[in-house]
């Protein structure tokens, strides 16, 4: 019969050969899949997938004892939640345990910040190359921002601190404006930050309503915290949005994926306030200022129209008096020519009536009577022929010392 072994005594044996073999702790890279706390300690299932797919390719149990902890939480800080996420990638210093009866585990005793950071800054780098690529990086930059921004939906988690302070600082602005929001919940850090950000821009562009841009913000936190908005579909969400966006999700140095892509990315909710208020103030004073260069404009047509008017005034005035002169001139002119035509006329006349009176003074019976002549006159009328007489009546001689019926 061939040699056999008890359970037992194999997992003695694999542990004497693995505690040979495995003496010192040793760095591994890996995945977390999933991590869970109790009593101090956490208990993470790690993973090795194969490149470029989801497929697993190795798996293993691994714990962070107590000390270990908070050895970890004094080094990493606020890294380390972010660390122990699902999907984050760590390279993690273990100690190599088998038990007989337990199995095998690894102890984790460190965690290595900068090859995560790597990992995710490398990440980072292919994404905005893809988008490069696809000349969607700058597309959102095309969209046409209102002068005015008065409606728009917000990207954001209700109880963030970042999303009160943005509230706060719209509704209590020194100018009035009264500038509609719109919320549109969403995870800010985690896995389901891009399934969360990308599904509320669908909601955006076909809810029928009509908005000026879209807002995402948050509170600040680490840089890893904030590798969620290093995404590739947030990015692609974004470009081709068919509105602005503007980004403050609160980081002071570093740049996301999302901050590339947007339109506008400022550093904080607060001064995406700031922006929208400025901009809206900006179009107000614009406005304003227009409305004092219109005025000018038109008191300074006034101005030139009055001059003008004044000018005319006194051209017609100017033209008026000559006009008068001249039309004084005129009819002094035309006096003297009527005084002197009718002191010809008369003079004309006298003339005629003189020589008209001489003509009567030649031909004046009485003058030709005391010539010695008579006028002889029947029934009152001058006889000029012998047939005129009627024998049958009485017939009137007159001479010039009087006259005589016969």
Known sequence: ??????????????????ALNFQEAIWV???VSQASHSRGSVYLNIVELEEGTEEIKAQASAVIWPRSYIFLQNKLKELLPYMLEAGSEVLIKVKIEFH?????KLVVEDIDPSYTL?????ARQKIIERLKKERLLELNDHRQMS????SVAVISSETAAGYADFIAQLENNNYGYEIHTELFQSALQGRNVENDVVDAFRQIQTNGKLYDAVIIIRGGGSKLDLSGFDNYNIGHAIAMCRLPVIIGIGHEIDTTVTDLVAQVSLKTPTAVAGYIIDRNLQYETGLLGLGVEIQEKCLAVVRENTAQIDHLEYMIKQSASEKVYTEIYNLDHALDSIKMSTKNIIQRNQQYLNHTESLIGI????????RGFSIIKQDGKAISSIKEIDTDKKIEIVMKDGSKRV
Not at 1 to 18: F, G, P, Q
Not at 118 to 122: F, H, K, T, Y
Not at 147 to 150: G, N, S
């Open 29 to 31: 890279r890996c995945e």
């Open 1 to 18: 019969m061939a040699t056999n072994y008890s359970l037992y005594e194999l997992n003695e044996y694999i542990k004497r050969v693995m």
């Open 118 to 122: 790597g990992q995710a800054e490398m």
């Open 100 to 104: 007989e009866r337990y199995g095998l």
């Open 147 to 150: 002068p005015v921004l008065q």
């Open 363 to 370: 031909v004046d019976p009485i003058r030709t009577l005391k």
